[in-house]
């Protein structure tokens, strides 16, 4: 039997999967990092926590490997999008990496926009300038730190720097350049006219790469320290959403996911780069070669349950927490939760909205407001869902993934919210999966990434939507998206008061 390895850096935690021949997740490993958030709207990792968790859980993982090494044949990665690590001229990281969910950008959005051109620079990247995207990152270091910019000689992205350390091979693919604001989506290739007009050198954009690319070996000191053989295959790997997209099988048209895992995410799959959707939802490229991806965002899906847990119910796990969810009715006894605790992107491209609890009542106990939570994630997801379908996209059928999809009660309310079936694969670990299946396909096993999703991915439980609740989230969600209008307002005077 011969194995790959799919490494996936998400936000919480790297996920390392070994994946045999056949598509069997045989083992897995997951070490967690901090997320630091040294004021309001800030996120910030530190990027050689990354490195030691990782190669962390791969010496774990071969110890506890019984077969020879040398079976192990490839190794890909999936990594959370957009994040910005800036390098200098030995390589060295020159600030902590600030990730995709912070917020302290707006501004320079705005300079983008007057620069480029909205409408120019929505042509090129086929996206908008948001807060989370790359390029702003770049420019507010270069107008806060000026000397940490001038020493900086190029800029990766979170899964780049680890893939780096562990081949000493530097490069970006293009599912993760889609998200920085500087690729040209459909031509594939890094844009000079937005770099020109923001005055940021191109040559800090690192190589570009497909996916499947194979970038050399792992070096002596990682082949060392891992217990790996130092002649196992490298290959690019993709963005966490577009190896989410290989890992659950969306490789062609009328295909679609909900992940919940720190973010939301509602992504189908593009044949071309060609459709205009003005920016109202991503546009980016996929993992497979020459395919593209659409998708809609939820800042905080996953990471609003986790704060809720965090928050007042610490010494629950989710679990234990999520226990009595089910015995609460649709509506959660009249509670509305909207989840935009850290802003959003979709629909509402906002950094300053925050979240709500609408229709306390002295009633409601713990299980209302952790339903009303899960609730609000799902409507909020539901907003993208209604992009797509009023963009004539057809959305009956759902991949669910992301660690949302572990409970069922949750499930079932997503076939419910989104009237469509909810199908879940024997492994929820899409972004892993679809590292370890670009290893697969890269290695040669299969002859397209298609053939290697039809050998590897298997259907286990489907959901379908309950009518009664379908109607009864239908007039929920009316009242839901209400909720945003009516609070921007409130939320942008109490902005003062939030540092
Ligand atoms: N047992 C569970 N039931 C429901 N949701 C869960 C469970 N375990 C984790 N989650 C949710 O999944 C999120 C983590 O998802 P994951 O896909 O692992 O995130 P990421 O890849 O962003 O690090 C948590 O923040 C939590 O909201
Ligand atoms: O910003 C985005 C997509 O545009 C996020 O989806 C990140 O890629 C992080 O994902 P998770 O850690 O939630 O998987």
Redesign the pocket.
């Known amino acids: 039997m011969k194995y790959v390895i799919g490494i ?1 850096l ?4 790297v ?1 390392v999967l070994l994946i045999d021949q056949d598509g069997k997740v045989c083992d897995e490993v997951s070490r967690s990092f901090d997320l630091l958030r040294p004021q309001a709207g800030y996120s910030e990792q530190n990027p050689e926590d990354w490195v030691t968790q990782t190669v962390d859980a791969l010496t774990v993982l071969t110890n506890r490997f019984t077969a020879d090494v040398t079976t192990i044949k490839g190794i890909s990665f999936s990594g ?1 999008m957009h994040g910005l690590v800036l390098l200098n001229e030995e390589k060295h990281v020159l600030r902590p990496a600030i990730l995709w969910n912070d917020t302290r950008t707006t501004k320079q959005c705005q300079e983008i926009y007057e620069k480029v051109g909205k409408e120019r620079f929505i042509a090129i990247t086929k996206n908008l300038a948001l807060e989370g995207f790359t390029l702003p990152k770049i420019l507010w270091v270069k107008e806060h730190e000026p000397a940490i910019f001038a020493r900086a000689t190029t800029f990766v992205l979170p899964k780049d720097y680890l893939r780096y350390r562990l081949t000493g091979e530097l490069g970006i693919d293009y599912s993760d350049a889609a998200g920085t604001s500087l690729l040209n989506v459909v031509e594939q290739t890094w844009s000079e006219e937005i770099a020109n007009a923001v005055e940021v050198p191109l040559s800090l954009c690192p190589p570009l790469l497909d996916s499947a690319d194979n970038v050399g070996m792992l070096t002596e000191e990682v082949a060392q320290s891992t217990g790996l053989d130092r002649t196992t295959n490298v290959f690019a790997g993709g963005a ?1 959403n577009a190896c989410g997209a290989i890992g659950s099988g969306i490789l062609s048209e009328g295909k679609t996911f909900v ?5 939301g995410v509602v992504l189908s799959y593009e044949p071309t780069g060609e459709k205009n959707y003005q920016g109202k939802v991503h546009y980016f490229n996929h993992g497979k070669q020459d395919a593209y991806y659409t998708m809609g965002v939820t800042l905080a ?3 609003s ?2 704060w809720f847990k965090q928050t007042f119910a610490a010494e629950l ?3 234990d927490l ?1 226990k009595d969810v089910g015995s609460v009715p649709v509506g959660s006894h009249g509670l509305l939760f909207t989840p935009y605790i850290v802003g959003e992107r979709t629909p509402h491209a906002d950094a300053t909205i925050r979240g709500s609890f609408i229709g306390m009542d002295s009633s409601h106990r713990l299980a209302d407001f952790t339903r009303s939570v899960l609730e609000g994630i799902t409507f909020s997801l539901n907003e993208s869902i209604e992009i797509f379908r009023a963009s004539g996209k057809e959305i009956d059928r759902i991949y669910a993934i ?3 999809a ?2 069922k009660v ?1 499930l079932q309310m997503q076939a419910d919210i989104f009237n469509a079936t909810i199908v879940k694969l024997t492994s929820e670990q899409g ?1 892993g999966m679809g590292a370890a299946m670009l290893a697969a396909y890269g290695s040669g096993w299969f002859d397209s990434l298609n053939a290697c999703a039809n050998h590897f991915l298997q259907e286990a439980e489907t959901y379908h939507p309950i009518p009664e609740n379908v109607v009864a989230y239908h007039e929920l969600f009316s009242l839901y998206k209400q909720v945003y209008h009516q609070t921007a307002p409130l939320n942008q005077s109490l902005m003062t008061f939030r540092s």
Not at 10 to 13: H, L, M, N, P
Not at 259 to 263: D, R
């Open positions: 996936d998400g936000t919480s935690a996920k959370q966490d992940s919940i895992g720190t973010s899906a996953g990471y349950l986790q796990d989710f679990d999520l992301g660690g949302g572990n409970n949750w972004p």
